[in-house]
């Protein structure tokens, strides 16, 4: 039984060797690849040799070792578990039969496979009846590319003649798998060509060393209007170029067609282009020359840049009107980053720090260097508070300019801080106020001079005065004890402007320390209801056409301030309330308590005051539209007086009033604490 398994065949003839050659050579010339050749060369070599059992081997790049492709049997046998096992298994060069050729790079002949020490897969083999093997590489020059492998039943010996055929086959296939493989690889690349040339959004024209179209793809149709067919073959400067750029175009073209010398190629150019309706626009060129023996061949890649440069304008103009607003506001601007310690200005943040831009972004210390010595720990202070604080940025300070002069900026600034809360920069603005702030100090000074000037014309003013009503005084006595009554009108008339005079003279010099923040006043508790009722006593008896009339007398309403000046605030509510009363005769006066404070008001029903004007009523200087003058006449100085001392009291002032109707001046002060000290000063 083992004899007869064991049974040589007879040798393949050299007509059957012939037959499955030729069926090989066949089946490559009409295939386009190794894998749609493989079944046909298995089959042929397979069935006109006489093998029941043959497979594929082809090396796997990425593991480095060979995995089975295609396998193909006799039609009266099978093999499954062989197959199946030779599927899932892999050889490293060296190991099993397809390993062995690999790594020698020979066919090889094993007439028993169960004699031979590197078959792997023997067991299987064996028990599906295989027994001898053969096998070849399939190589292009010294590159592997893999294995066929023939199995057969019968145990046979090699035969040279085979093994042969087999050498030279292993090298046609292999010379047919490089080639199909190469010609596939074109074919991809032209393929991915054609999709990158239809998908581009850039018009990409090709033209010989003519200047002639020879590619133009689906972009170039839709930016200059013309299909391909319309422009292949055609001159492209004729196509795309407006006539005044052609000649330039043809002379470059030619020179460097002939020296190979040209300054376009392989720059990035921005020219005017032209559609075939005529219409120019900007684009922007890149042209490469490809590499190809023979004339040479150009590709232009060509970017309608229309609204770049559109969006560039604009951007520039927008640029340019903020330069321009800066400049009328004096306004500029600056950015600090933290990180390089690099500023940027704006134009005319430059002009106010009186530098010309450097055309690079210097460092901090431009900045530093122009503040001024004695403002420099007050800025140092607001950039640390700011950045460590989170305080706004926000100060006034002077700076001197390179060329020496003085200016003030007013700087206003926001931290910018990266997610983590790091500052990385720091954004503001800086105003020139270097105008404002001299303007300021002019006012302030005109202001002092003035309250100065009060001041000294109404000490000056003080002592004649005095001296003038001390003589009237002593006129009145004399036409008292004479009787004479020619006197007593003339020195009625002087005492009563003298007594007008001396009040304004006290008022004016009132005015200059309330100006002056010098208003003095002594606080000492006292009674409000007598303050006030002593006051409505006096002027009484100088209006005597007047009646005032006191209501509510809340006894014992103790206050804590200087009694003088509330009385000062008193007659003059009072004198204004006489003065504007018109044709009304009454005034009513209430004394009041509400919760802790003392209140007294003043009613009069005379002129009122108009409603767009009573909220400057407490103003210095504010005389109502329709206050009489002549001896009515003031200076708008009382009010503005009585505000100062009522709020100086921690106290209130304010007013009701109708045009035509009246007005209610009312002034509440806080309560004295009635502790057993206040009593004491009181008594
Ligand atoms: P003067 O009375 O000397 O002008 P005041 O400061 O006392 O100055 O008053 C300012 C202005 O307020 C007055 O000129 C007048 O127009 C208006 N005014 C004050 N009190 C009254 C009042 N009781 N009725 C109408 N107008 C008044």
């Not at 599927?87 to 004699?115: C, H, K, N, Y």
């Not at 922007?284 to 440069?309: A, M």
């Not at 909220?615 to 539209?625: A, I, N, P, Q, T």
């Given at each position: 039984m083992r004899e007869e398994q064991r049974m040589t065949t007879e040798r393949v003839g050299t007509e059957q060797?012939?037959?499955?050659?030729?069926?090989?050579?066949?089946?490559?010339?009409?295939?386009?690849?190794?894998?749609?050749?493989?079944?046909?060369?298995?089959?042929?070599?397979?069935?006109?040799?006489?093998?029941?059992?043959?497979?594929?081997?082809?090396?796997?790049?990425?593991?480095?070792?060979?995995?089975?492709?295609?396998?193909?049997?006799?039609?009266?046998?099978?093999?499954?578990?062989?197959?199946?096992?030779?599927?899932?298994?892999?050889?490293?060069?060296?190991?099993?039969?397809?390993?062995?050729?690999?790594?020698?790079?020979?066919?090889?002949?094993?007439?028993?496979?169960?004699?031979?020490?590197?078959?792997?897969?023997?067991?299987?083999?064996?028990?599906?009846?295989?027994?001898?093997?053969?096998?070849?590489?399939?190589?292009?020059?010294?590159?592997?590319?893999?294995?066929?492998?023939f199995l057969g039943r019968e145990i046979r010996e090699p035969d040279p003649d085979i093994l042969d055929m087999l050498v030279s086959l292993g090298s046609q296939i292999g010379q047919f798998a490089r080639r199909t493989r190469a010609e596939a690889a074109v074919r991809e690349s032209e393929a991915r060509k054609a999709a990158i040339l239809e998908s581009a959004l850039d018009a990409i024209v090709t033209m010989n060393h003519e200047g002639r179209v020879i590619e133009w793809n689906p972009a170039a149709q839709r930016i200059f209007g013309y299909t391909s067919d319309e422009v292949v073959d055609r001159e492209m400067a004729e196509l795309i170029l407006p006539p005044a750029l052609r000649q330039a175009h043809r002379r470059g073209l030619k020179h460097y067609v002939s020296t190979g010398e040209g300054p376009i190629i392989g720059k990035r150019l921005e020219l005017t282009a032209m559609r075939s309706d005529g219409?120019?626009?900007?684009?922007?060129?890149?042209?490469?020359?490809?590499?190809?023996?023979?004339?040479?061949?150009?590709?232009?890649?060509?970017?309608?840049?229309?609204?770049?440069?559109?969006?560039?304008?604009?951007?520039?103009?927008?640029?340019?009107?903020l330069a321009e607003a800066q400049r009328i506001a004096h306004l500029g601007s600056w950015e600090?980053?933290?990180?390089?310690?690099?500023?940027?200005?704006?134009?005319?943040?430059?002009?106010?720090?009186?530098?010309?831009?450097?055309?690079?972004?210097?460092?901090?210390?431009?900045?530093?260097?122009?503040?001024?010595?004695q403002d420099l720990a007050d800025v140092r202070q607001a950039v640390r508070s700011t950045l460590e604080e989170n305080q706004p940025y926000d100060i006034e300070h002077r700076i001197v300019r390179p060329d020496g002069t003085e200016r003030v900026v007013h700087r206003q600034g926001e931290v910018i801080r990266e997610a983590a809360g790091k500052p990385v920069r720091m954004v503001g603005t800086v105003l020139d106020v270097t105008e404002r702030s001299r303007a300021l100090e002019q006012a302030e000074r005109a202001l002092e001079l003035r309250n100065h000037f009060l001041s000294m014309a109404s000490h000056e003013l003080k002592t004649p005065v005095t001296l003038l009503k001390g003589y009237a005084q002593l006129l009145r006595n004399q036409a008292d004890r004479t009787g004479d009554a020619m006197l007593r009108k003339p020195v009625g008339v002087i005492e009563r402007q003298v007594g007008r005079i001396h009040r304004l003279v006290d008022e004016l010099l009132d005015v200059s320390h309330v100006e002056g923040g010098r208003i003095k006043s002594e606080m000492l508790p006292f009674d409000l209801s007598a303050a006030v009722l002593e006051v409505v006593d006096e002027l009484q008896a100088t209006a005597p056409g007047v009646e005032l009339q006191v209501h509510e007398r809340a006894g014992g309403l103790r206050v804590l301030g200087d009694r003088a000046r509330i009385q000062q605030v008193v007659t003059n509510l009072l004198i204004n309330a006489v003065k504007y009363s018109g044709n009304s005769k009454q005034v009513d006066i209430v004394l009041s308590q509400h919760?802790?404070?003392?209140?007294?008001?003043?009613?009069?029903?005379?002129?009122?005051?108009?409603?767009?004007?009573?909220?400057?009523?407490?103003?210095?200087?504010?005389?109502?539209?329709?206050?009489?003058?002549?001896?009515?006449?003031?200076?708008?100085?009382?009010?503005?007086?009585?505000?100062?001392?009522?709020?100086?009291?921690?106290?209130?002032?304010?007013?009701?009033?109708?045009?035509?109707?009246?007005?209610?001046?009312?002034?509440?002060?806080?309560?004295?604490?009635?502790?057993?000290?206040?009593?004491?000063?009181?008594?």
């Open positions: 060797r012939l037959v499955a050659q030729y069926a090989v050579s066949r089946t490559l010339a009409e295939s386009d690849s190794l894998d749609a050749a493989t079944p046909q060369i298995l089959d042929a070599i397979g069935l006109g040799l006489g093998w029941d059992y043959a497979a594929l081997w082809l090396v796997d790049e990425q593991r480095d070792v060979l995995v089975c492709g295609d396998t193909w049997h006799a039609l009266v046998v099978e093999f499954p578990e062989f197959e199946s096992i030779s599927q899932r298994i892999s050889f490293a060069t060296g190991v099993g039969l397809p390993g062995r050729v690999w790594a020698s790079g020979e066919p090889v002949w094993i007439a028993d496979i169960a004699r031979d020490a590197n078959f792997a897969r023997l067991r299987v083999a064996a028990s599906e009846g295989l027994h001898t093997a053969m096998a070849f590489p399939i190589l292009f020059g010294r590159r592997f590319l893999g294995v066929f492998e219409f120019e626009f900007p684009v922007e060129l890149t042209v490469t020359r490809i590499p190809v023996d023979g004339p040479p061949t150009f590709t232009g890649y060509i970017r309608d840049i229309t609204e770049r440069k559109l969006a560039l304008e604009q951007l520039k103009r927008s640029e340019a009107s600090w980053d933290l990180l390089t310690d690099e500023v940027r200005w704006s134009d005319e943040t430059y002009r106010i720090y009186g530098i010309t831009p450097c055309g690079f972004a210097p460092t901090a210390d431009i900045f530093w260097q122009l503040v001024h010595p919760g802790d404070r003392a209140q007294f008001s003043v009613t009069d029903y005379g002129i009122g005051i108009p409603e767009e004007q009573q909220g400057r009523v407490f103003e210095l200087y504010f005389r109502g539209s329709n206050a009489p003058g002549g001896n009515y006449g003031g200076l708008g100085l009382g009010l503005y007086i009585g505000n100062a001392i009522v709020e100086q009291h921690g106290g209130e002032i304010g007013m009701v009033s109708e045009e035509g109707k009246g007005s209610t001046f009312h002034v509440s002060l806080p309560l004295a604490d009635t502790n057993p000290s206040d009593r004491e000063l009181q008594s």
